[in-house]
């Protein structure tokens, strides 16, 4: 017979256990991870009956392989730059916005992401990708003047137009990440860079951040692709001179 002061411990530690998974530090800069499922998380004008949003706790047996993801994915950045920008991440296992099943995203400084599992094709290099292509949207968001945007327009085919945006390319079905080797030419890498600008830059930070080889290859091929590579890289070290295109080729 297990005594009630043996019970008591053993609930407490159990929490403290618990506790721990919902809030960890990774990084060089040590940012908040939180696993929790909690409306909360989001902001107050997503929480509305248009937006409707929904999430799902990841599964326990994936907050290990997640932290250590995170934290491959934050060392490539320095601390001041994490410090500075990042305030916390949020892990589900999904979340919808209206209606639509969201990979990530992002609020302020603030970025959220998914895992559903490797059978969904969550691979360790698609969660990696997924939290570059949101801290991008961030970084841009706070550090608009630090980005060429003319010059990437003008890298894009004349008179060419992006889509609707993010959400209307959930809604079409046009979110495609794989490289697509149709569009390199005209300098986009994949369906969904088409959407808008941002995401045509999201894209961009995803590859190079993961320094994908196949990106690398179409780098190596098409002169529009080099162009917004160097204005990306220009951006980037508007906040640390450490990143350069050897830097970003040796990652």
């Known amino acids: 017979m297990i005594r009630p002061t043996l019970i008591f411990i053993c609930i407490w530690a159990l929490n403290l256990s618990l506790m721990a998974q919902d809030n960890t530090l990774a990084g060089p800069a040590g940012t908040s991870i939180y696993y929790q499922v909690d409306k909360k998380i989001f902001p107050c004008k997503w929480r509305n009956n ?26 490539k950045y320095p ?28 609020y302020k400084r603030k970025v959220y992401v998914t895992n559903n599992g490797i059978e969904n094709g969550y691979t360790d290099q698609y969660i990696e990708g997924t939290f570059h292509h949101e801290f991008s949207s961030v970084l841009l968001k706070r550090h608009k003047k630090y980005i060429d ?34 569009l390199f030419a005209n300098g986009f890498l994949n369906e969904y860079s088409l959407a808008s600008f941002e995401e045509d830059f999201n894209c961009y930070a995803e590859f190079i951040f993961l320094s994908d080889a196949g990106f690398w290859e179409a780098w190596g091929n098409n002169e529009a692709i080099q162009k917004k590579t160097a204005i990306l890289i220009r951006f980037y070290q508007r906040f640390d001179p450490i990143y350069t295109l050897e830097y970003f080729r040796s990652l």
């Open 50 to 75: 248009r937006t409707r949003p929904e999430l799902f706790s990841i599964d326990a047996k994936d907050i290990p392989g997640m932290q250590a993801i995170l934290n491959t994915a934050l060392d």
């Open 149 to 182: 945007k003319k010059a990437w327009s003008a890298a894009n085919p004349p008179g060419f137009e992006y889509g609707g945006g993010g959400v209307e390319a959930l809604k079409t079905e046009k979110t495609s990440i794989k490289l697509d080797s149709t």
């Open 79 to 106: 601390e001041k730059v994490l410090r500075k920008n990042l305030k916390r991440i949020y892990v589900l296992k999904t979340m919808f916005f209206f209606g639509l099943e969201y990979g990530g995203t992002y």
